[in-house]
Each structure stands twice: as structure tokens, then as C-alpha cells.
Antibody, heavy 120, light 111 residues
Framework: QVQLQQWGAGLLKPSETLSLTCAVY????????WSWIRQPPGKGLEWIGE???????NYNPSLKSRVTISVDTSKNQFSLKLSSVTAADTAVYYC??????????????WGKGTTVTVSS | QSVLTQPPSASGTPGQRVTISCSGS????????VNWYQQLPGTAPKLLIY???QRPSGVPDRFSGSKSGTSASLAISGLQSEDEADYYC????????????FGTGTKVTVL
């Protein structure tokens, strides 16, 4: 049974860089896209971006200038960095495994989420 | 920035059938398959339906999905108290360089 375990700093000041990591346990790392999704308090889900095992990335255009997603295949881990954070980046951040079929995606395994708060 | 539109709320009594709509455009639902996620309070989303109408293992057959043109629907038949949750549709969008878009979300209340 594949499990995703995520961690990272939960409290940031404005202008700092958010950094989260997600480890994949119990399954293959190749053959999937590894995604980050966030959910502001009381709001809906927003896709941040994804990476595959070879390092190919896709980002949400609205965040692309501030986002970097990277992968460490030796550790079965992938990471998210979001620079120059503001209060608007306060959210629960989820990592997820995405299955790509004929160009589309669906996320079948999710991490438990990490609450990130941006406050001065 | 949700580009898939859902009603904010839906409700029903136990045993009833509830339907949730999801409206998109030619670049997302019109071109790609639709997925549905269930989010129980305080938990991570869970994949409920993928590829328009496929249920992952373990999802009860009370949940069904359909798609027509640029819209999709999720139906819950035989509504149960444990179905009270937020539901999100989602699809790949072919605009720009491609991105995954979620619906605005629908809160289902069991009366």
C-alpha cells in the first residue's frame, strides 16, 4: 500500500521561501507524476504543479514564477519550494500521486497535508 | 482560480439521490476526462471517480459519474450520513502549457 509522508516548516514570515518534502513509501516511484495541491482555509483546492521521476515538470501558470518542484529518486522523495510567500499563501499543502492516462491525470494517493501559515 | 463551476451546496435525506453538477469548457471537460474527489471534514481529499465514471477499488457503487460535452455530474444514490462531505470535480485543462483544474466544490449535507 503506497503511503505519502510529508513534512516542512509550518510558520513563515512574508517574503520567505516555503519548503516542503514528500516521501513515497511502499510503491514504485517511476511511472507516475508527483503533485502538490493546496487549500486555503475555508476554500477549495488549487493545483500547484507536478514532476515525474525523470524530472519533467508542469506548473500552474498563476504560481509558475515562484514555484520549483524537484525530485530525489535515490530517496523516493519530491519537494516543493515557493518563494516570496505572502499571507495569500497560507494554506494546507498536500502532496499526491497522479496517474497520467492519455494526457489527463487523476490523484489516487494523497498525503495527510501540512498546514503552512504566513504571518509577520 | 477555479474554472470548473459547481453548486456551493446540495442536500438530501438518508436514502435519497443527490446529484452534483460540474460545468467547464472545451479546453478541460470538453477535451479530457473528469475526476471527482470527496473530502471529509479535516481530512485529505480522496479519489471517488476517475475517467468520468470509474470507481477505484473500495468506493461504493452508490457513487456514479457521467459526462456530456463540457459538463459532468456526480450522483449519490441511497444517501448515507457518512456521505456528508465536500465534493470536487477536476480535469486536465489543455490551455497554456496544461494544468489540472478543480471545481469550486459542493458541500453535501445529509438532513
Amino acid at each position: 500500500q503506497v503511503q505519502l509522508q510529508q513534512w516542512g516548516a509550518g510558520l513563515l514570515k512574508p517574503s520567505e521561501t516555503l519548503s516542503l518534502t514528500c516521501a513515497v513509501y511502499g510503491g514504485s516511484f517511476s511511472g507516475y507524476y508527483w503533485s502538490w495541491i493546496r487549500q486555503p482555509p475555508g476554500k477549495g483546492l488549487e493545483w500547484i504543479g507536478e514532476i515525474n521521476h525523470s524530472g519533467s515538470t508542469n506548473y500552474n501558470p498563476s504560481l509558475k514564477s515562484r514555484v520549483t518542484i524537484s525530485v530525489d529518486t535515490s530517496k523516493n522523495q519530491f519537494s516543493l519550494k515557493l518563494s516570496s510567500v505572502t499571507a495569500a499563501d497560507t494554506a494546507v499543502y498536500y502532496c499526491a500521486r497522479a496517474i497520467a492516462v492519455a494526457g489527463t491525470r487523476h490523484m489516487d494517493v494523497w498525503g495527510k497535508g501540512t498546514t503552512v501559515t504566513v504571518s509577520s | 482560480q477555479s474554472v470548473l463551476t459547481q453548486p456551493p451546496s446540495a442536500s438530501g435525506t438518508p436514502g435519497q439521490r443527490v446529484t452534483i453538477s460540474c460545468s467547464g469548457s472545451s479546453s478541460n471537460i470538453g477535451s479530457n476526462t473528469v475526476n471527482w474527489y470527496q473530502q471529509l471534514p479535516g481530512t485529505a481529499p480522496k479519489l471517488l471517480i476517475y475517467s468520468n465514471n470509474q470507481r477505484p477499488s473500495g468506493v461504493p457503487d452508490r457513487f456514479s459519474g457521467s459526462k456530456s460535452g463540457t459538463s459532468a455530474s456526480l450522483a449519490i444514490s441511497g444517501l448515507q450520513s457518512e456521505d456528508e462531505a465536500d465534493y470536487y470535480c477536476a480535469a486536465w485543462d489543455d490551455s497554456l502549457n496544461g494544468l489540472y483544474v478543480f471545481g469550486t466544490g459542493t458541500k453535501v449535507t445529509v438532513l
